[in-house]
């Protein structure tokens, strides 16, 4: 498991919940940066967890470069690598236009750019329904 938090805080919590636990790799660093990396060194199929954004107080604790990166976290996914068989979790779907200014259409659409035969899914979170979005 490869994991990125931006923000020095929630990357110390990310140490204290599960940083000594055998094949875990927290990284401190700004999604931009690191996921071309991370990508590029992948020798096959990978699962991606997406839910970089600023945290629900409306404190903009993070300190990357954009509110939330997701349709250029998915470009960049696109643009590292050849395969097209990842799968893709994302988070906070019910909020991406209202808090966002993200229309889904344009998240599926990237997805469909990586692999068009993707099919989509939505499941619950621990806080919405229908909020998490599956690309496979």
Request: net charge negative; charged share 30%; glycine share 6%.
């Amino acid at each position: 498991v490869l994991s990125v938090e931006v923000d020095p805080a929630t990357h110390e919590i990310a140490k204290q919940r599960v940083g000594s636990s055998p094949g875990v790799e927290l990284s401190l660093a700004d999604s931009l940066d690191w996921l071309p990396k991370v990508v590029e060194s992948l020798s096959g199929r990978a699962t991606f967890w997406l839910d970089a954004h600023m945290f629900p107080d409306g404190k903009k604790r993070a300190l990357g470069r954009l509110h939330w990166p997701l349709l250029e976290e998915l470009r960049l996914i696109k643009q590292s690598t050849k395969r097209a068989d990842h799968t893709f979790l994302i988070d906070d779907r019910t909020a991406w236009k209202t808090a966002f200014d993200i229309d889904e259409a344009d998240v599926r659409k990237v997805l469909l750019e990586i692999n068009p035969g993707y099919s989509f899914s939505c499941v619950d979170s621990l806080y919405r329904k229908g909020d998490i979005l599956i690309a496979t």
